[in-house]
């Protein structure tokens, strides 16, 4: 059974930052593309970022680009992601997802966690 974990969402103010996690387990996931997406109230899910299976290629969706930072640790089977100069309208609930190709598109990836809910304050 592959489980994906997220942590590290939360409440936090205009310009802060969070660091989210997302832990997967079940499978070995060294050499999969994992990624990011976000969806908030009344929207349909976005995509965010992703990583190559190695971490030397990463994506980001314009809106993030500079402010947002993808990373893994292979060791751990985890993805991070860390959100600097947050902003109200990053509010939404964060999803981490799992997939063999490396690309923005949701449908390519086969595994999603259960989401971790990020609230941007004004």
């Known amino acids: 059974q592959v489980q994906l974990v997220e942590s590290g969402g939360g409440l936090v103010q205009a310009g802060g930052s969070l660091r989210l996690s997302c832990a997967a387990s079940g499978r070995t996931f060294s050499t999969s593309a994992m990624a990011w997406f976000r969806q908030a109230p009344g929207k349909e899910r976005e995509f965010v970022a992703a990583i190559n299976w190695s971490g030397s290629s990463t994506l980001y969706a314009d809106s993030v680009k500079g402010r947002f930072t993808i990373s893994r640790d292979n060791a751990k089977n985890t993805v991070y992601l860390q959100m600097n100069i947050l902003k109200p309208e990053d509010t939404a609930v964060y999803y981490c997802?799992?997939?063999?190709?490396?690309?923005?598109?949701?449908?390519?990836?086969?595994?999603w966690g259960q989401g971790t809910q990020v609230t941007v304050s004004s």
């Open positions: 997802a799992v997939g063999m190709r490396f690309t923005l598109t949701a449908d390519s990836y086969g595994y």
